[in-house]
């Protein structure tokens, strides 16, 4: 089924290996990031003791900036991807509203 999926779909790159990386390392340098990112260990004892680290270390040095670890309150599949990111305080003011407007419809029509 892959073979066939590639066959349908796969479009042949003529490109060099050295173009092709050039071309990832420009979308990658465009890209924003939300300053957040999720680390997933095999064990909870081994995120323990990555942030315990973390914190007798003051964070982990990377690239000009400080790491820090904490470990979070939620399994990563039950992370919700989509809502992760760059939401502005604007849209985030604009979803309550629409939250308590659906609310408002459903009790309207409910009685």
């Keep these: 089924l892959v073979k066939a999926e590639l066959y ?12 092709a990386e050039v ?3 420009e979308v990658l340098k465009t890209m924003t990031s939300s300053g957040h990112a999720v680390a997933v ?3 909870e004892g081994a995120r323990d003791e990555a942030v315990r680290i973390s914190e007798d270390l003051g964070g982990i040095r990377f690239q000009g900036g400080t790491l820090r ?3 979070a309150h ?3 599949d039950t992370v919700y991807w989509q809502n992760f ?11 309550l509203i629409q939250g308590f ?5 459903a009790l309207t029509v409910w009685t």
Excluded: K
Excluded at 85 to 95: A, M
């Design 69 to 71: 670890l904490e470990a």
């Design 85 to 95: 990111g760059h939401t502005s305080f604007f849209l985030q003011v604009v979803r």
């Design 8 to 19: 349908a779909f796969h479009e042949e790159d003529n490109r060099s290996e050295e173009d």
């Design 101 to 105: 407007g659906w609310i408002l419809v």
């Design 74 to 76: 939620c399994e990563p």
């Design 23 to 25: 071309e990832i390392m």
């Design 41 to 43: 260990f095999e064990t």
